[in-house]
T-cell receptor
Framework: RKEVEQDPGPFNVPEGATVAFNCTYS??????FFWYRQDCRKEPKLLMS???SGNEDGRFTAQLNRASQYISLLIRDSKLSDSATYLC??????????FGKGTHLIIQP | EPEVTQTPSHQVTQMGQEVILRCVPI?????FYWYRQILGQKVEFLVS????????KSEIFDDQFSVERPDGSNFTLKIRSTKLEDSAMYFC???????????FGPGTRLTVL
């Protein structure tokens, strides 16, 4: 049973559009959730932390749906520089993060 | 802005050799982690370390792996007798412990020939 699942994409989106993707998790006891951004062959960079119903930071909004066990990431007014792989991560166990395989986003001019 | 650093950026080794990957976590952080990412696959948790001992390890972290904090700043991952399948990016991460938020270093690309 997969613990963190994401649609791998790719999502091809025109510049300026709004895009959203989801991440489902299996551990109903999880209290914190994370979205990381990963560029090709680089480290995951923290984008947003989610501890309650959601979080917003500029063009990025993360929402948590505990009943259905998923978190979503919404990107408004997308930029070419938003092209990356977006990783969902959930703590499973005492300390370690369990990552999804990531959703690949391509913003087209 | 403080960041996690890792050395070397790329390590090439022969199968069966030992390698040590080095990390300098963010200075006021207390929790340290190693993850790996095989090319094209997801980031996988290896081990967490707190108060000079392992607090959690995954199934991947078998007897060929060990971690150490040899001084006040470095955190190392040793892989004994490397195998071809150990080829991957190895990321170090650290956390201050007030939240679950982990910050990642730039990684070491390990190539086992």
């Amino acid at each position: 049973r997969k613990e963190v699942e994401q649609d791998p994409g790719p999502f091809n989106v025109p510049e300026g559009a709004t895009v959203a993707f989801n991440c489902t998790y299996s551990n109903s006891a999880s209290q914190s959730f994370f979205w990381y951004r990963q560029d090709c062959r680089k480290e995951p960079k923290l984008l947003m932390s989610v501890y309650s119903s959601g979080n917003e930071d500029g063009r990025f909004t993360a929402q948590l749906n505990r009943a259905s066990q998923y978190i979503s990431l919404l990107i408004r007014d997308s930029k070419l520089s938003d092209s990356a792989t977006y990783l969902c991560a959930v703590p499973v166990g005492a300390d370690g993060l369990t990552f999804g395989k990531g959703t690949h986003l391509i913003i087209q001019p | 802005e403080p960041e996690v650093t890792q050395t070397p950026s790329h390590q090439v080794t022969q199968m069966g050799q030992e390698v040590i990957l080095r990390c300098v976590p963010i200075s006021n952080h207390l929790y340290f982690y190693w993850y790996r990412q095989i090319l094209g696959q997801k980031v996988e948790f290896l081990v967490s370390f707190y108060n000079n001992e392992i607090s959690e390890k995954s199934e991947i972290f078998d007897d060929q792996f060990s971690v150490e904090r040899p001084d006040g700043s470095n955190f190392t991952l040793k892989i004994r007798s490397t195998k071809l399948e150990d080829s991957a990016m190895y990321f170090c991460a650290s956390s201050d412990g007030t939240s679950d938020t982990q910050y990642f270093g730039p990684g070491t690309r390990l190539t086992v020939l």
